[in-house]
């Protein structure tokens, strides 16, 4: 018989085995308590946290046999041995996953009136609930509505959004939350004294980390790495397993970003990734560096999770690098992690985000100050910064190209400005000399945009996108027709040179004169 794996040899079997969801743990086990016991429950939050295992816990806790709620469940009568063994009548799974019909529902709903056959209640688990349809939903209603007195519905989802508000105004909600990577550490640590396993207590960190606060996920990492049960394991091999770069490899990919130097950089990653170590990961490790220097920054170096050691690493990275520098960092190659496809260059994603950080353009800063406003009088518009570029110089980019990525430059301004895309989208590219792009719209936009701050914005939206510098003149175009002229027209688009190429002759049509002949 095949051996059983760690997360389910070592599920919780009472509410004081559970970790980081004391919160929970003693409100339900006041309820038993007092008698207090709600006819439908709402479990809630992420994977690997306890909700399944706490919804078994309490369905043995109903139905426990001991004479003291608080010894409830005792594990020892024959309700709570039957549950442990997965034969237990009155207690009904369901994966909503695979049940999503009304079909099934209806099924429940015509069950759901027998009484108990083995215990004092019947308890439904509805896993992953929040994959129901609509149409499951509703009928659901109405038992949750008004279920029979020996029926108790316990709901579990990840996703609680997907939940229609009238199924959670039925439910006593919970809130499972992430567990401390400690508390993990140190669940792991007791498993493995327990299963005679010989792991260091960093190995245990780094698996823990790995988790992100799903016990379940831990407790499946350590059955991966612990192939050879008198095997040693050590942080080294650990690392190795999990496809983790070291963490002196993590260290210098962000002393070489701190210091500017993309050639050091660049050596790190590719070293790390010639080494067995998965891009994604490595990208993950850099953005908990960085995030912890980031804190370490604006706050204390005690809202990290660290040894000393680790401490006063991101204390000496804070105090080198300016906050600019290290947002802008952090928000890069966290883009890079999200967007990470693998692909035939999995380093790519991070290469690039390392790149755009040492030589991208750099962060406009934002001064923020509050000024009293007394009924200004009105006063000039400012113009807009004269353009260095000779108006007869040739672009750096094409138009065309400045045009065609228009939506582009949009969306990378949004990310810097929420209001300011809706002013630029008013505009339209007119004519690029130089690393000049010239933008027109009526005066009332250009008056909106006319100030060196919201300038500063806008070229760095562009340069972003065109990966160059560019600066950004304004002109006032009229949409006016009888103030238009062949002027605003560019006879160098490629439209208008392909025409002349073809032998076209090109001439302006009034539009008075076209509506008169019926053209």
Known sequence: MPKQALYLAWRPMLFDDMIGQEHITRTLRNSLKTGRIRHAYLFSGPRGTGKTTTARLLAKAVNCRHEDPNQRPCNQCAACIAVNEGRYLDLIEIDAATHTGVDDVRDLREKIAFSPGEGTYKVYIID??????????????????????????????????????????????????????????????????????????????????????????????????????????????????????????????????????????????????????????????????????????????????????????????????????????????????????????????LELALLESVHGPEEVPVVTQTVTVQAPAPAATPEPEAPTAAPDEPPVIPMSQVQSRWNDMLRALNRLNRTAPAVVSQFQVIKVYGNVVVIGSEDIYVKRLQHPEKLGILERAFSDVHQTSLRVQLVRVSKDPSQQSNEGIDLDDPLFAAGRELGADMQMIDEEDTLNTGE
Not at 199 to 226: N, P, Y
């Open 128 to 349: 992953e609930v929040h994959r129901f349809t609509g149409n499951a939903f509703d009928a659901l209603l109405k038992t949750l509505e008004e279920p029979p007195d020996h029926a108790i519905f316990v709901l579990a989802t990840t996703e609680i959004d997907k939940v229609p508000a009238t199924i959670k105004s039925r439910c006593l909600p919970f809130e499972f939350r992430r567990v401390p990577l400690h508390e993990v550490a140190d669940r792991l640590q007791m498993i493995a004294e327990a299963e005679g396993l010989h792991i260091d207590r960093a190995a245990l960190e780094l698996i823990a980390r790995h988790g992100t606060g799903s016990v379940r996920d831990s407790i499946s990492l350590l059955d991966q790495i612990v192939t050879d049960p008198a095997e040693h394991i050590t942080l080294d091999l650990a690392q190795r397993i999990l496809g983790t770069a070291s963490s002196e490899a993590v260290r210098d990919l962000l002393v070489a970003l701190a210091n500017q130097d993309s050639a050091e950089g660049l050596h790190v990653i590719n070293q790390a990734v010639d080494s067995g170590s998965d891009p994604h990961q490595l990208g993950q490790q850099v953005i908990d560096m960085l995030r912890a220097v980031l804190l370490t920054q604006t706050a204390s170096a005690d809202l990290v999770e660290a040894s000393n050691e680790d401490r006063q690493f991101f204390s000496d990275l804070a105090a080198h690098m300016s906050r600019a520098y290290l947002l802008r960092g952090l928000r890069l190659f966290n883009e890079a992690v999200n967007d990470y496809r693998g692909g035939w260059q999995p380093q790519l994603a």
